[in-house]
């Protein structure tokens, strides 16, 4: 394993100070996370989409099932934006916990359906620079076929993390 790459974790969103309201819960096996940014959070983009600003809500999934890493982004009003499939190397974890490797590329998959392979340029660096090992740069570069491949045919991202939404609370009136 490379020194260079990040190890993704679980509840490493409950760590983040710029994250609040953190929240983790079980449906069977599959570990959901919710975090909401912060009211300092600096704007995040993808490409040209804001996907992190102050009350913006991010969803974690981890998925057992071929050990997928996905997130789902949402405005602060609920609204998803889209969703980013993490490609990374599953760790062995303890307890109930997950962890990966991340392998840098990533699929963003956008409310409209439009796919993107992100931060090709990142691992083709590492990979040249030999921050990232032989079998690692194969596992990425398959893992990214194989998803890009099930979302042209409609088997990926599964159905619970694509209907998966929001039930935020409405503003209270305030008192007269």
Not at 7 to 27: C, I, K
Not at 118 to 142: C, K, Y
Request: with cysteine.
């Amino acid at each position: 394993m490379s020194s260079t790459l990040n190890v993704l974790s679980s509840g490493d969103w409950q760590r983040n100070t710029l994250m609040r309201d953190y929240r983790a819960e079980w449906f069977s096996d599959m570990l959901v996370e919710r975090a909401m940014w912060s009211a300092d959070s600096l704007i995040q983009k993808l490409g040209h989409v804001i996907i992190a600003a102050p009350e913006f809500v991010w969803c974690r999934f981890w998925v057992p099932e071929g050990n997928r890493l996905i997130e789902k982004y949402y405005t602060p009003q609920g609204d998803a934006i889209g969703i980013f499939a993490r490609i990374g190397m599953t760790l062995p974890h303890h307890g109930r916990g997950f962890s990966m490797l991340d392998l840098l590329l990533g699929l963003w998959i956008t409310e409209e359906g439009r796919v993107t392979v992100q931060n090709e340029e990142s691992f083709d660096r590492a990979v040249r620079r030999g921050e990232m090992t032989p079998v690692e740069a194969e596992q990425a570069e398959l893992l990214i076929r194989e998803l890009t491949t099930s979302t042209a045919q409609k088997r990926f991202p599964p159905p619970f993390v694509r209907n998966f939404t929001l039930a935020l609370k409405e503003p209270q009136p305030k008192p007269s």
